[in-house]
């Protein structure tokens, strides 16, 4: 279902609120990359196609904002 401006922000904030616990219970890289890629697909998913690009740069501002570099597949 697709998610308006506001929903999509409200869910890439707890996106956001949630990178530091998941670095703390998946240590792991390849099982806290999956963990948070599921989270941002699910949100890119409910997007209007002229939200993509906006939602994209969100979870990039995500990334730096908690220093967090993704695998090379992944970039």
């Known amino acids: 279902m697709v998610k308006s401006t506001a929903q999509l922000d409200q869910m890439l904030d707890a996106l956001d609120d949630s990178v530091p616990r998941l670095v703390t219970s998946k240590p792991a890289p390849n099982d806290f990359w999956a963990s948070f890629m ?35 597949d992944q970039i």
Not at 39 to 61: F, G, H, T, Y
């Open 38 to 72: 599921s989270m941002a697909n699910a949100i890119q998913k409910r997007a209007e196609p002229s939200d993509r690009s906006w939602v994209c740069d969100r979870l990039d501002a995500i990334q730096v904002k908690h220093h967090l570099v993704p695998p090379a």
